[in-house]
């Protein structure tokens, strides 16, 4: 007969930590016999066990039951002895409580390694402040500005039509086109046939006759057309369309206040607080620069060939024909009542790559 297990009476306890001695506290090892006082026998069931470490050993240990288990957790006694208690023993033994320690801990280590994240993450954005400032006063974003300044002079009309849905990146510019439709010249053809017959069969008047020959033999030899609506092109650099202000200022302001978060951050007393918020905050801030950023890039992306060409197809739908497009070097003339607008590449304009974002991704490993 199997002797019966003894009632477990003491506690598992894991002792509520302060952010600051959270951030402190080592919750998992590889290698729980590094602890010193480990014992190799099981628990009074009477005495209250604190939480030490939880464990995921890359070979199996002996837990304080003699079973074997690669994870589980390192718990303490009031004298401190400690003991490896293996997840399926532990469960086994505590039930209820073993669970209720299990998430305690779980929800510890997930705090934890979000405020190391966070302090990271407020480290890497402030370390970059210099770095930002100077892209702020750089010849690429002052190139922008510049091309921004070229594109607000081109015709009212046309810059509404280029600003009308240009935050909808990716969205297609469309144009109408004439161009030559076969089949319906063949019905033309095939009607004006069909009404020849009927009126010689019907017997209608020689000048009847006749003008009804000449249309089917105008139907034979003139084209016929019809008009259709293409994408040509996705918006290219469309902030350079609807922005207003100028990258500079729109960046420098974007950094000060994004520094200014941070410093709060370093300094704001978050216990009790839901962290992922404030790291959510964090996060959008440095999206919020890497969006200001990707504008160099966009920008750059006008003067493609593929991009110019594109315009210069767009151009020659039914739309724009009061506009005279031209490419020139290093960009595009718009001619318009008389009046002619060149786009340039300025000299200075170049890709900006530098991005916050993956820098908080490639910190986000504890």
Known sequence: MAKPKPEVTGRLIFENMSDHDLRAQQI?????????????????????????????????????????????????????????????????HYGLQWSRLENDVKTAAKRRGDLLW??????????????????????????????????????????QYFQGGSDERGKMLSATYRVEDPLK?????????????????????????????????????????????????RRPASNLFVQSRPLRDRLAEAVGSSLAQMNNVKVLDISGRRID???????????????LLSECNEAEELFLPNVLEGLATLFDGEEFKAYNMRRIAEGFSIAYQGETIMVTRPQTLAAED???SPLLKESSGL
């Not at 628990?43 to 464990?55: C, G, I, N, S």
């Not at 004298?79 to 208690?85: E, G, T």
């Not at 402040?129 to 607000?152: C, F, G, M, T, Y």
């Open 28 to 92: 998992d090892t590889n290698d729980p016999k590094s602890f010193s006082g480990i014992v190799d026998h099981p628990p009074d069931p009477t005495e209250d066990l604190r939480f030490v470490a939880r464990y995921e050993s890359n070979n199996s240990e002996t837990c304080a039951y003699g079973h074997l288990h690669r994870r589980g957790f390192v718990l303490e006694n009031s004298a401190s002895a400690r003991f490896l208690i293996g997840k399926d023993c532990a469960a086994d």
């Open 118 to 159: 966070l302090d990271r993450a407020v480290e890497l954005l402030l370390s970059h402040e210099q770095q930002l400032k100077e892209i702020a006063n750089s010849p690429a974003v002052a190139a922008v500005d510049d091309l921004r300044r070229q594109i607000h002079t081109i015709p009212g009309p046309l810059l």
């Open 185 to 233: 010249q063949r019905k033309l053809i095939e009607a004006t046939g069909d009404e020849l017959d009927k009126a010689v069969q019907d017997g209608a008047s020689p000048a009847v006759i006749s003008e009804i020959r000449k249309r089917l033999q105008a139907a034979r030899v003139t084209k016929q057309y019809t008009f259709v609506s293409r994408g040509v092109l």
């Open 277 to 291: 918020l404030v790291s959510k905050s964090v996060k959008e801030a440095a999206e919020r620069i890497d969006r």
């Open 354 to 356: 530098f991005r916050l």
